[in-house]
C-alpha cells in the first residue's frame, strides 16, 4: 500500500471517528435534554414529607397517586412508556430534602417532581430543578413561589395561600364579623405567606392587625401564646401550623374557655383529620383553600368510584392528602399524553399548557396555559360542622 493511499485512508477513517463521536455527542445532548425518558418509561420523583408534621397530607398523597399510576401501567402506560414512581422522605427537614433532591435528579434520573411538600423545600429545590430541565408538578404547598418568578418548570395545583387567606378573612369581615385579627405561624415561607395574606386583608378590608405569635414546627404547648393573644383582644386568628399543631390550638383556646375566638387557615390546614376530631373538637374552624372537601361530593359518581376504589386498595377512606395525590397523578399524566411520544421538557410544557378539564375528583376546573401555570383558581371556604366540612362560599382572587 502506497504512502498516498494510507494517508487518505487515515483521513477517511478521522472523518468517520469525528462522525461517530459528533453523532454520539448529539445523542448525549438529547439524552440529556430528557433524562428519565425512555422507550418503555418515564420516571417521576416526590420528595415527600412520610413521617414529619405534614405526613398527614404527604402519605396519603403518595398512596393514592401510586394506584392511578398502577391503573395507567395496567392499561399499557403512556404512549408505550409505564410510570416508574420514585418517592424518598424528607420529614419536613430542609437538610434532609436537599439529599433526596440531589439523588431524585443527579441519581434516579427522574423526568418530573410530583407532590414534593413543602414551601422552603420546594424553593430551595428550583435551582437544581430547572438547570436539569425538571417539572415541578402540583407541589403540596399552594406558596406563590411555586409559580413566581414564572417558570416553563413550575406549575401549581391550585390558589395560593395569599390568597385563601386574603379571601377568607375578606368573608369572615363581610359575614361572621371579624374585626381584629392575629396570627400564629411557622416562621418560614410558609408562615410568611399566610402572614402576607393576613397583612393584605387587614389593609385592603378595614381590618385591625393586633398581635402574633410564632412557632417551632415541633412546638406543643400553645397555653402561653393564646393567653397573650387573648390579652390583646383579637376576635380572630390566623393560623399556618402542622396538622396536629392546629388541632392542638384550637383545642388549648377550647378549655381555656375562649369560645368565641374564630380560628381560620389555609388549604395547609384544610384536612380532614382536622375536621374528624372527636367531641366536635375543631367544630367551627375556618379554612380558605383551592378545592372543596370530598366527602359532600359522594353523590357525584365519578367521586364515589374513586373512594370505593381507594378503600378497597388502601384499607381506608381517602383523606384530604389522597385526593390531592389522585388529582395531582391526573394532571401528570394528562401532562404527558398531551405531550405525545416524543417526549422532552419542551413537549411537556406545551402538553402541561395545553389543559383544560373538569377535575372531578378535587371539584374545580384545570386550565394551563403559556402565561398561566395554577390549574385551580378559586379559593373555596368551608367551615367544620358536626365534623365534616362545609363549603359557604367560592371566589376567585
Excluded at 56 to 77: H, R
Excluded at 203 to 215: D, I, W
Excluded at 273 to 301: E, H, L, Q, S
Aim: aromatic share 8%; charged share 20%.
Amino acid at each position: 500500500m502506497n504512502f498516498w493511499r494510507r494517508k487518505n485512508m487515515k483521513k477517511g477513517m478521522k472523518a468517520a471517528i469525528a462522525g461517530l463521536l459528533a453523532g454520539a455527542s448529539m445523542l448525549a445532548a438529547g439524552a440529556a435534554g430528557a433524562q428519565g425518558v425512555t422507550d418503555t418509561e418515564v420516571v417521576i420523583g416526590s420528595n415527600q414529607d412520610m413521617s414529619g408534621i405534614f405526613a398527614a397530607f404527604g402519605a396519603p398523597a403518595v398512596k393514592a397517586a401510586g394506584l392511578y399510576f398502577d391503573e395507567i401501567n395496567a392499561k399499557g402506560g403512556i404512549h408505550g412508556r409505564k410510570i416508574k414512581f420514585v418517592v424518598e422522605d424528607h420529614g419536613y427537614q430542609v437538610p434532609k430534602a436537599m439529599q433526596n433532591i440531589n439523588k431524585l435528579v443527579n441519581s434516579d434520573k427522574i423526568f418530573a417532581m410530583l407532590l414534593q411538600l413543602g414551601t422552603p423545600i420546594n424553593i430551595a429545590s428550583f435551582p437544581l430543578l430547572e438547570k436539569s430541565k425538571v417539572a415541578n408538578v402540583a407541589p403540596l404547598t399552594s406558596a406563590r413561589q411555586m409559580v413566581e418568578p414564572p417558570s416553563p418548570y413550575k406549575y401549581a395545583g391550585f390558589s395560593s395561600y395569599f390568597d385563601q387567606t386574603r379571601l377568607a378573612l375578606k368573608y369572615l369581615a363581610e359575614k361572621e364579623g371579624t374585626k381584629k385579627v392575629c396570627a400564629m405561624y411557622i416562621p418560614s415561607d410558609f408562615g410568611q405567606e399566610l402572614k402576607e395574606g393576613t397583612d393584605a386583608a387587614v389593609k385592603q378590608f378595614g381590618l385591625t392587625f393586633v398581635a402574633e405569635t410564632t412557632h417551632k414546627p415541633d412546638e406543643q404547648d400553645f397555653v402561653g401564646s393564646l393567653t397573650k393573644l387573648k390579652g390583646a383582644g383579637c376576635d380572630t386568628i390566623a393560623i399556618a401550623l402542622g396538622v396536629r399543631q392546629v388541632i392542638t390550638a384550637v383545642a388549648t383556646a377550647k378549655k381555656m374557655g375562649w369560645n368565641d375566638v374564630k380560628f381560620v387557615g389555609a388549604s395547609a390546614s384544610f384536612h380532614t383529620a382536622i375536621a374528624k376530631v372527636p367531641g366536635g373538637v375543631t367544630d367551627g374552624f375556618y379554612a380558605g383553600a383551592g378545592w372543596p372537601d370530598i366527602v359532600a361530593r359522594m353523590n357525584v359518581p365519578e367521586v364515589k368510584a374513586w373512594v370505593d376504589s381507594y378503600q378497597k386498595a388502601a384499607g381506608e377512606f381517602p383523606s384530604t392528602g389522597a385526593l390531592l395525590g389522585r388529582s395531582a397523578a391526573e394532571s401528570l399524566v394528562r401532562g404527558l399524553e398531551a405531550a405525545g411520544k416524543d417526549l422532552t421538557p419542551e413537549s411537556f410544557q406545551k402538553g402541561m399548557e395545553s389543559l383544560d378539564y373538569d377535575d372531578n375528583i378535587a371539584g374545580v376546573h384545570i386550565k394551563f396555559g403559556p402565561n398561566d401555570h395554577i390549574g385551580g383558581d378559586p379559593v373555596v371556604i368551608s367551615k367544620i360542622e358536626k365534623g365534616e366540612w362545609k363549603e359557604l362560599a367560592r371566589v376567585n382572587p
